[in-house]
T-cell receptor
């Protein structure tokens, strides 16, 4: 009955590998997001999808590719992982209204060695 | 461009003391403002939000924040800290005139001592 769920919770991989993080929300929201939180806790938006359509792409390297098969899912695929990609990645969803809060998943801690 | 600044990356208080976490915003249009809390190894949870109704906003867990346009501030307060309040707190601004993305501050870690 988790509202926004991400898998996996932890991901440890080597440089150069390709990995995916999955996100699902059962809140019926139209908009989903990926945020990156670095080691200093700074949160920055990466992507936003509204009803499967990309609406925000914040100068993220094209090694990162979001995919939204339906409005309840937003996955993040990362190619050729680099050390600097190590961070916590949060999925979030909202109804899409500008005054509506975001509902966050518990995060995926990615460690690239 | 919208932005928020949180003064003080760390705040320490004794249990029972007043909690004050500072947030100043910059926005060319009246903003929507939010406070989120992040407990260790968890995602962010909404504490409260300001959307131009009342300037004093009450949130969960006894927190409240006051929107002061003249000071461009949205400070978070709680009269009496509890040990369970220890967490990371983020102020965020949403641009009313643009897409619905949230811009987060750099966060303030609140420590509560017995």
């Amino acid at each position: 009955d988790t509202a926004v769920s991400q898998t996996p919770k932890y991901l440890v991989t080597q440089m150069g590998n390709d990995k995916s993080i999955k996100c699902e929300q059962n809140l019926g929201h139209d908009t989903m997001y990926w945020y990156k939180q670095d080691s200093k806790k700074f949160l920055k938006i990466m992507f936003s999808y509204n009803n499967k359509e990309l609406i925000i792409n914040e100068t993220v390297p094209n090694r990162f590719s979001p995919k939204s098969p339906d409005k309840a899912h937003l996955n993040l695929h990362i190619n050729s992982l680099e050390l600097g990609d190590s961070a916590v990645y949060f999925c979030a969803s909202s109804p899409g209204d500008r005054d509506s809060p975001l509902h966050f998943g518990n995060g995926t801690r990615l460690t690239v060695t | 461009a919208q932005s928020v600044t949180q003064l003080g990356s760390h705040v320490s208080v004794s249990e029972g003391a007043l909690v004050l976490l500072r947030c100043n915003y910059s926005s060319s249009v009246p903003p929507y403002l939010f406070w989120y809390v992040q407990y260790p190894n968890q995602g962010l949870q909404l504490l409260l939000k300001y959307t131009s109704a009342a300037t004093l906003v009450k949130g969960i867990n006894g927190f409240e924040a006051e929107f002061k346009k003249s000071e461009t501030s949205f400070h978070l307060t709680k009269p009496s800290a509890h040990m369970s309040d220890a967490a990371e707190y983020f102020c965020a601004v949403s641009d009313r005139g643009n897409t619905d993305k949230l811009i987060f501050g750099t966060g303030t870690r609140l420590q509560v001592f017995p």
